[in-house]
């Protein structure tokens, strides 16, 4: 089975601190995302990878970066945390190479963060 | 761009009875199709996808879907539901430029004893 963990399961922060989101797979994945998800919003894209040090805006991009430097390992940083990302944030990974349309998307446990 | 509606935010209903969770979705081209689950303090599962074929598409727990292109909806049934299937679901659409899912905004299923 496909395995996708998250760093943290809750983390709390403060405002002005630089977190990083951990995000692992154990399947030989081409293909890594993240998401934030809040209610009534749904899942909204922040990141993708395609590839190893490639990476790729998604929706709501602002106040976040990634990196990926090895093809299981995909972190999400926000540089100087603020409230209005207080959010369950979602990784995810699919296998087929350039993310390939019909391709399944096998998703991590959430961390929620909390900004104080 | 794409965009997906799903129609209902919550959703109660009785165990036994049968349930329809609606979605919608836009576009004027072909598409890939899905719906995921996420249960109470997990992440997100595959129930089902649409890629070609059959519009009536089968999943995993009694789930079923049925492309309808002309109404450009995705609808996902099922005909007996059980507490078990008290969770969030997501209808998500992707066009066949490999760009990314575009979810919808999530259906909150609470099947009451």
């Known amino acids: 089975d496909v395995k996708v963990t998250q760093s943290s399961r809750y983390l709390v922060k403060r405002t002005g601190e630089k977190v990083f989101l951990e995000c692992v797979q154990d399947?030989?994945?081409?293909?890594m995302f993240w998401y934030r998800q809040d209610p009534g919003l749904g899942l909204r894209l922040i990141y993708f990878?395609?590839?190893?040090?490639?990476?790729e805006k998604g929706d709501i991009p602002e106040g976040y970066s990634v990196s990926r430097e090895k093809k299981e390992r995909f972190s999400l940083i926000l540089e100087s945390a603020s409230t209005n990302q207080t959010s369950m944030y979602l990784c995810?990974?699919?296998?087929?190479?350039?993310?390939?349309?019909?391709?399944?998307?096998?998703f991590g446990p959430g961390t929620r963060l909390t900004v104080l | 761009a794409q965009s997906v509606t799903q129609l209902d935010s919550q959703v109660p209903v009785f165990e036994e009875a049968p349930v329809e969770l609606r979605c919608n979705y836009s576009?004027?081209?072909?598409?890939?199709l899905f719906w995921y689950v996420q249960y109470p303090n997990q992440g997100l599962q595959l129930l089902l996808k649409?890629?070609?074929?059959?519009?009536l598409v089968k999943g995993i727990n009694g789930f079923e879907a049925e492309f309808n292109k002309s109404q450009t909806s995705f609808h996902l049934r099922k005909p007996s539901v059980h507490i078990s299937d008290t969770a969030e679901y997501f209808c998500?659409?992707?066009?066949?430029?490999?760009?990314?899912?575009?979810f919808g905004k999530g259906t909150r299923l609470s099947v009451i004893a």
């Open positions: 995810a990974s699919s296998f087929y190479p350039q993310g390939q349309a019909q391709d399944t998307q096998y």
């Open positions: 399947m030989d994945h081409e293909n």
């Open positions: 649409y890629l070609s074929g059959s519009t």
């Open positions: 990878s395609y590839d190893v040090k490639m990476k």
């Open positions: 576009s004027s081209v072909s598409v890939y």
């Open positions: 998500a659409v992707s066009d066949l430029r490999n760009t990314p899912l575009v």
